[in-house]
């Protein structure tokens, strides 16, 4: 028993010596840049060289593409994600094969907050065969995230991220993009809409705590204060899980405002404007793309009806949305209707992923094919007027991908119609 | 309370929290109040909405304070035998109303929205004993709370396994849109109905504990469970009777809180059962009027307390702070009265 | 005898397909089918079903209880015929599901009642035939398990390993791939990403791999114990396997009284340190990820320990004081935080954490002073949602940022983010946090603790000043929560009040609990179970926390003394046990007899 404890543990304790040597060159140092630089994915070979400046991800004959996803599946706020993943997993259903192969889906959970964020960022962008990823859902998740996948090379694209920092000169991610709204604009645009259609001089804002809501609002106080001199009549805040507004809606109409602007999401949306509806009738409510689907409508029932909600304009795919879609998000989910918005902006992100990866893939005769990650990256920053199905969308410098004509939608009759601009 | 033979630090650090605590209180309402920043309808609707979420916080708090008074164990899963009713509830419910009987049929189709939540809330109640707690009849106190924090959790997440991630709301009814105008108040119909109903249940439990044979032996389990086993009392039964009257209760409470909010998910019943849990803590646990008055008070705090306390100040968005000042609350009263407003105090 | 083995067979029988029912109908199957374990041929959601039925064959096929404590053994016959009849009904009931769901659309209601599940359990286009291959294959799993039984040990236990072999390595090819594949680039001349090939396809096991797993292990088994058999042979006696765990054991939890380490104990120790210290880079960027967020929670986890296995003082707040850890941190160093940012380094900002810390535990310690047990739960709690709430609001936006959280938090110098460095700092403070708490446990402090865990009141007679030792309990409770908070915030870079909800509370706990109260290996085991699996196992998010619930309650129900005993506290815990009036008692003392009442008492 000794002898044998002894010889293995001089084994174990060469070997450690060995791995410590062997591996500290190779991974030290913050530029974690250029760790996954692995042509390490699969089989691959040939004669290929890979040129990148950050490296290539390599997927042999009949190997799938993997993407993958950091979007918040568990927890109170996990329709929110699923909603996107849902989105994601249409755009592989529609798309079929890129490039000569399947694309495949590594789906985690950024839990909507920063440790999630930073987790599944660290697995995805750990996984050498991950070549780009679409996430986060959350911007506290996405902060971290972005960090992350930049450091390692691999190209992100939120569907719903909105904070405007994680798009500022300052903060922006050189591998981090998206096609959500920027807080900015749709704030911007709620104002204009309330300062030019509607005409009213008084406003209060609610917001439920995350940081989406909060800076809409804020953004929308800023706005509405400078395009026609509003005046803001109260502010309040409240929980996501809260479900008695009465106090607070109360304590608002104190002020009688003419519009109620609440960009929350659905659960407590169709819970404040049920109760708005019977403390303040005669005041306009509004809200945001995080209340923009029919989940939100049936939620809230008739008293959505002659409710403003900004958002993307789904109409603008034409008929492809209601008719090819719909159905096909249906049969993905098990859900009869879209449980979010924000799968229209993942079917686009993941969209744009793939015509990216077409754009740059180099395949060779037997099928494998080389991605090198600075080019999907680069083409990828220089997506302009791409066709999606939340509007015509050109990328930024920093990352910001959405079509910037928000559009306001009324509910009449249970069913979202355009009417601005 | 021990009382101190002579004047102790301690006593005039708690002198100074009363009076800092005084001053608070009397400043911040006068500031709310000179400044006029709520109509007096205001108030009155701040008040009831108070009294009606208070009296669904009592009656989910009965179930933890019989539950406590039983077997001196907080049963945390409580919170999810109240969304267990509710969110099965509305199965029947979207039944009803899509074979048109929910509006037409009242009297039939309201009880058995209620039986079905009743009879769900119970069901999970008593099953929640039998596999989880019982097993852990003499375990030291720590271990059946941990278990019933994991029972919490699993019953959220088998519920959201079963019925779907998503919110669903209740189909509403026509007939309870509106307000009553009592005494010159309007109180809108949905309030009114909550909070009478509430009274009746809890008259019932009342009279249940106190004049029924079942109460007797609840009573005398909850003395001395020896005791009462050798005086022919089936302690597992009365247990069971236990957890199945607070099943109930919280199945009841559960469609009263859908009356009011319409909503139901699979972790609605969380919050509510914390709040419920402060609110049995707050009268003195074990103690069934201390639960009630102390679900009353939470609401009420809840609903008044940010804008009478807070707004004075120009404290932005006081409503957040709600929670913070119905827990500083309860820190408070737990500081002066270590065993709950009601409860039975050490030594006097 | 057969009768009674035959009813109990039809009550397992019972209690496995509800079993099955729950996990079909709960979405765990559908959820898990993707996930392949031999890809190609059986999915992750197939197996747990099956596994259902081996645990109901094996089950029921075992010896039957015969008054105390004696067991007697079934013969082959009734074996296999309760086996047989338990699988049976298992198999059933989920047909008559199958049989339910090809008649009524059960999703309007189930939404988990899906086509995916109906693909799962369809092995024919046809319901009834569907339903009979349920139950023909759910009985054959059962027969095999309880067959189990009728072979001897030396056959029996290469046979179940090799199973489990297969299923973990399979269950964890996530991490085992990535391990592979990141060895293969550093070890290029090693055949790594060869091995990598060979095991796993789209996730799951290769058809050759799992042959030949299931032969090899069953042969390393077989000689694995023909080695002891030598050895023992040599050593001319014959010591049972238990006897040789505790010895084991005795080694690990009792340094102490072994004063003097045998060469090979000392080898493994300085093994064990140049793991430590060589990890990061042999276990790559994930597992030391995962490693640093396990590192967090046990310095969470010996906190908590403090209070709650030491002073016996139940805190269901304990985020209170990671978030002002975090906060604090946030605020010092980072250029982006509002009002004021001193932009200090980190390991300046260090010491005024450990001030706060002081400051907070002494805050949140005052007004609990006088309460106990159940009471002292709920106004913890409240405290921690009242910090979480204040760092949220709006009120204290303009100094901490509210719902905006404070971003660029600059990394320790000279380490940086990067999770394979962050690991040493991280790993140095829990040990020196092992070692504070063990030394105070061992100390008159920790005595005094001891005592008043007890009986206040008897400590209170004996001179110990309980106030005192109570505050101290919070003070070096928050130090340790506060300094875990510090790390929290430097490893994600950026704080938001949403990272610091009642759940971390709760994890902390339950770290405390399930790895044993007051014993300090079991905090660390704890946090590696809980908070280092399941971040492992991520893409089982949606059902993690399902998980772990089930998990919580089964652990507290079959080992509520947790996984590694506090010595002490286990001696404690059996005491009460045989004392039948204790735990009543006990808790009529602590709350001054509250029994119900429906008038005002006293």
Known sequence: ?421 | MRLPERFTLTDAILWTIRIGVLTFVVIGSYLTVSQGLYAQSAWGSFITAGIALGSVYALIALGYTLVYGILFMINFAHGEVFMAGAFTAFFAATALNDIGMLESNLFVSIPAILLTAMVTSLIVAVLLERIAYRPLRRAPRLVPLITAIGASLFLQYTFRGLYGARPRSYPTLEILAGDFVILGMSIPRTRAIVIVAAVLLMVALFWLVERTRTGRSMRAVSEDKDVAAMMGINVDRVIVQTFAIGGVLAGAAGILYTLMFNQVSAHMGFLPGIKAFTAAVLGGIGNIAGAALGGLMLGILEAVGPYLLLAGFGVPSPTQLKDVIAFAVLVLVLVFRPNGILGRQEGT | MVASALRRAVTIGLVAGAAALYVGLVGLVEAFQPRNIVTGYLGLGTVMLGIIAFVAGYRAGAPMRVGRGAVAPLGAGPILAASLLAGAIAGAMLGALVVVMDAVNLQVMLVSASAGLKDALMFTDDAISSALVLVGLSAAIAVVAAALHLLPERIRRPITWSLVTVLLISMLEPIVRVMLVQLDAQWSFLPFGELANFLYLRGGLTLTATIVLLVLVPIVIVGWANRDRLRQRRERREPRDDELIEDIADTTTRPRERRRLTTSQMIWWGLFGLFLVTAPFILGVRLSEVIGTVGLFVLLGLGLNIVVGYAGLLDLGYVAFFAVGSYVTAVLTSPASPAFAPELSFWAALPFVMVAAALIGLMVGFPVLRLRGDYLAIVTLGLGEIARILFLSDWLAPWVGGAQGILRIPPPEPIGRDPQQLYYPIVLFCILAAIAAWSLANSRVGRAWNAMREDEEVAEATGINTTKYKLLAFATGAAFGCIGGAFFAVKIGSVFPHSFDIEVSINALAIVILGGIGSIPGVILGAAVLVGLPELLREFAEYRLLIYGALLVAMMILRPEGLIPNRQRQAELRESEDDDDQYASDAGAETGEPVITTGAAG
């Open chain 1, 1 to 421: 028993m000794q002898k044998y404890m002894r010889w293995s543990a001089i084994l174990v304790v060469l070997m450690l010596v060995i791995a410590a040597c062997q591996a500290d060159p190779g991974t030290g140092g913050t530029d974690g840049a250029s760790t996954p630089a692995g042509e390490s994915a699969g089989t691959g070979g040939g004669d290929f060289e890979c040129e990148d400046e950050v490296g290539c991800v390599t997927y042999g004959p009949g190997e799938p593409i993997r993407i993958g996803s950091a979007l918040v599946i568990s927890g109170p706020d996990a329709s929110l994600g699923l909603d996107s993943q849902y989105g994601v997993q249409v755009a592989i259903e529609l798309r079929g094969d890129v490039a000569g192969h399947e694309i495949e889906l590594d789906a985690q959970d950024d839990g909507c907050n920063a440790e999630g964020g930073t987790a599944a960022a660290r697995t995805l962008t750990s996984d050498p065969t991950i070549v780009a990823v679409i996430g986060t859902s959350c911007s506290s998740a996405g902060v971290p995230a972005a960090q992350i996948t930049s450091d390692a090379g691999v190209v992100m694209i939120s569907p719903s991220n909105t904070a405007p920092s994680l798009t500022s000169e300052e903060e922006h991610q050189p591998f981090y993009l998206r096609t959500a709204h920027n807080d900015t604009v749709q704030g911007e645009a709620m104002a204009r809409f309330v300062c030019e259609e509607l005409g009213f001089t008084t406003a209060a804002t609610i917001h439920d705590g995350s940081p989406y809501a909060e800076q809409l609002q804020a953004v929308f106080q800023e706005q509405f204060a400078e395009l026609c001199d509003g005046t803001i009549t109260g502010t309040e805040a409240v929980e996501p899980t809260q479900t008695d507004f009465n106090p607070v809606l109360t304590s608002l109409a104190a002020g009688e405002p003419e519009f109620l602007y609440y960009p929350i999401f659905t659960a407590a949306g169709a819970l404040v404007t049920q109760q708005a509806r019977e403390i303040m009738p005669e005041t306009a409510l509004a809200g945001a793309d995080g209340m923009f689907s029919d989940a939100f409508l049936e939620a809230a029932g008739d008293a959505a009806n002659g409710m403003y909600l900004s958002g993307p304009d789904l109409e603008f795919s034409g008929d492809f949305y209601e008719n090819e879609f719909k159905p096909a998000y249906s049969e993905v989910s098990g859900e009869d209707a879209p449980i979010s918005v924000f799968h229209a902006h993942a079917f686009d992100a993941a969209n744009m992923i793939f015509d990216a990866i077409e754009e740059v893939a180099e395949v060779e005769d037997d099928g494998t094919i080389h991605i090198g990650r600075q080019a999907l990256r680069d083409a990828l920053f220089a997506t302009s007027g791409f066709e999606g199905i939340t509007g015509s969308l050109t990328c930024t410098e920093t990352g910001d991908c959405a079509d910037p004509s928000i559009s306001v939608s009324e509910v009449v009759e249970g069913a979202f119609s355009r009417i601005w601009p």
